[in-house]
């Protein structure tokens, strides 16, 4: 019995000096990228001041990505099935039902959507990736006619996250030329595939023209924050409100989670109000079952007073000129 005690006592004592032995490691290590914020606005965060005194902005994007996914055809070594429905494994040959599956969103699901928006005459955010839309010459064109607001999607839908910053830094310059030549600016906003890479912020400022990107989940209010020593505008993102949730829901559900979503932001916005970004997807979205649950959210934001249904830039606008950097 003593043994064992000793035992037990010796293996804590172990423990504790690797506890120890790791802190003091953290405490030296250099930690590249932006500092993480815990704290942001916390309790009282700023009163946004929405035009028309709105208790809550709604932004509805819509991922344009298809034409632009890793492929065999692109020289990747697979096909990409993700946000799809498929179940299979990436495998290194052509999955000719998942690049169905992409194309299905540039044929029918893009024109659903975009047909809706115009018909309510509602503003609406396009993250595109710019290959997609060199690849589809009338989906560019029907961006810039409808006077759509485009956030740079990347080149490419590959994650920014593994590149290093070399290989980077070349994928915005290729996307902004890109954009220019489709649509005829550089987009204003850049939002990556899921996440940055450590560097990304830092190379979009290099590269100017970029005056806010959407790279951050972690608030409901845009906010700045500093590179390089300049303000730069974070207009945060959701993977929550996405219909990316219909990969495992029908469209009446999803419709309800995002009714509450709405309805519990409209609730707060008589103290403090807020933005929701409504994230899509074309060839999820604009299939028919799930574009009813779409339908019935716009049927329901008509419904509602006080709402700012609003283009992704004019939000960046509206805080820079009401919230400046201090």
Known sequence: MGDGSQDEADAEGDLRQQIQATTRWMDRRVIEGPPRDLVGYGRWPPHPRWPGDARLAVNFVLNVEEGSEPSIHDGDGFTENRLTDSSMPLIATRDLAAEGMFEYGTRAGFWRVHGEFQQRQLPLTVFACALALERNPAIAQAIVAAGNDVVSHGFRWVNHREMDEDTEREQIALASASFERTIGAQPQGWYCRYGPSVNTRQLLVEHGGYTYDSDAYNDDLPYWTTVDDQPHLVLPY?????????????????????????????????????????????RIVGHPARFAGLVRVLDHLATLPDVWVTSRLAIA??????HPPS
């Open 317 to 322: 606008d509206h805080w820079r000129a009401v």
């Open 238 to 282: 959701s993977l929550v409100n996405n219909d990316a949730r219909l990969l495992s829901m029908g469209g009446a559900e999803w419709f309800a989670m995002i009714r509450d979503a709405i309805d519990v932001l409209h609730r707060e916005g008589g103290d403090i109000p807020k933005m929701l970004s409504i994230g899509l997807h074309c």
